[in-house]
């Protein structure tokens, strides 16, 4: 199901790859599909106007993990999700990524982690990704 969900929405993925400005933010946004990819999570790319958007989607439907795609830098959101489901996930990310987070929007409902390289995402991927 996971394959053909991966193929089924190819070229959105290409889109989603385009838009990244550098070969390093290519090989970023495929380390959090193939990380989310190895333990389950479902990730469907989505258009939002000229924003780029990668879910990142247990199979019952939740939707934990976002990742906007920008030109130079993907932007990773731990939504509500995971926040309920691990009420110290927040304060792990602030401790473990505090150089790359951003100001939280919504009261501190969301909490959004900069990725700018490969080893960003790569860092994300074996934090929250591992099986």
Request: charged share 30%; with cysteine.
């Amino acid at each position: 199901m996971t394959d053909s969900l991966l193929y089924s929405e190819t070229d959105e993925h290409l889109a989603n790859l385009d838009h990244c400005g550098s070969r390093d933010l290519r090989r970023a946004y495929l380390a959090i599909v193939m990380g989310a990819l190895r333990v389950g999570y479902q990730v469907i790319p989505r258009p939002k106007g000229a924003i780029r958007e990668l879910q990142i989607r247990q199979p019952d439907g939740n939707q934990p993990f976002a990742v906007v795609v920008n030109q130079n830098s993907l932007l990773f959101y731990l939504r509500q999700p995971a926040l309920r489901a691990d009420p110290d996930l927040a304060d792990k990310a602030r401790a473990k990524f505090a150089e790359r987070l951003l100001d939280e929007p919504n009261g501190g409902n969301e909490v959004r982690i900069l990725l700018r390289t490969e080893r960003d995402a790569e860092d994300i991927a074996e934090w929250l990704f591992n099986p």
